[in-house]
T-cell receptor
Framework: AQSVTQPDIHITVSEGASLELRCNYS??????LFWYVQSPGQGLQLLLK??????LVQGIKGFEAEFKRSQSSFNLRKPSVHWSDAAEYFC?????????????FGKGTLLTVNP | NAGVTQTPKFQVLKTGQSMTLQCAQD?????MYWYRQDPGMGLRLIYY???????DKGEVPNGYNVSRLNKREFSLRLESAAPSQTSVYFC??????????FGNGTRLTVT
């Protein structure tokens, strides 16, 4: 069964600092990979996705993520964090094949941004 | 451009009461999903419907039932609510293996 681990429950960074949120997955082949962001009281919004091709993917709001097959990782990065980036971030893995359309989510990383 | 619409936004139930959470999408998506979100647990899949006419259990289906009424609508029913079902419930939809589109959630409290 597929699974996702986000090792950091809570991260605090200063505004303007760089950010990296970690995501490790377990899956038998190359999965579909996603990062979502959730602001308080809101639903989840897609930041970026990896399906195939270039392993460095660009997303909205200046975020990017890199798929590393050898490390089973899909870490999210941003070079300079803005106060509005404070939110909870979820990594998700999706099954590629058959009739299984399920997405499995990590438990999330809460990002706090200090002024 | 509504996307995924969930009703109600908030609900308080007493233990043992029943209710149905409604979800509708206007994007002509094939697959629809119900997740619950609890602090420190992330999102856990309750039920999903890969296509109209089919439904399958997810990770935490006990205490819930679903109906895929048509391609647009996918409802979640609690027959006898329990305090452990206090949560935020999200409906989502997608087309084949495209990303999920989420509704804004229903916050349910069971006392």
């Amino acid at each position: 069964a597929q699974s996702v681990t986000q090792p950091d429950i809570h991260i605090t960074v200063s505004e303007g600092a760089s950010l990296e949120l970690r995501c490790n997955y377990s899956y038998g082949a190359t999965p579909y990979l996603f990062w979502y962001v959730q602001s308080p009281g809101q639903g989840l919004q897609l930041l970026l996705k990896y399906f195939s091709g270039d392993t460095l993917v660009q997303g909205i709001k200046g975020f990017e993520a890199e798929f590393k097959r050898s490390q089973s990782s899909f870490n999210l990065r941003k070079p300079s964090v803005h106060w509005s980036d404070a939110a909870e971030y979820f990594c998700a893995v999706g099954d590629r094949g058959g009739s299984n359309y399920k997405l499995t989510f990590g438990k999330g990383t809460l990002l706090t941004v200090n002024p | 451009n509504a996307g995924v619409t969930q009703t109600p936004k908030f609900q308080v139930l007493k233990t043992g009461q029943s209710m149905t959470l409604q979800c509708a999408q206007d994007m002509n998506h094939n697959s629809m999903y119900w997740y619950r979100q609890d602090p420190g647990m992330g999102l856990r899949l309750i039920y999903y419907s890969a296509s109209e006419g089919t439904t399958d259990k997810g990770e935490v289906p006990n205490g819930y039932n679903v109906s895929r009424l048509n391609k647009r609508e996918f409802s979640l029913r609690l027959e006898s609510a329990a305090p452990s079902q206090t949560s935020v419930y999200f409906c989502a939809s997608r087309l084949l293996n495209s990303p999920l589109h989420f509704g804004n959630g229903t916050r349910l409290t069971v006392t």
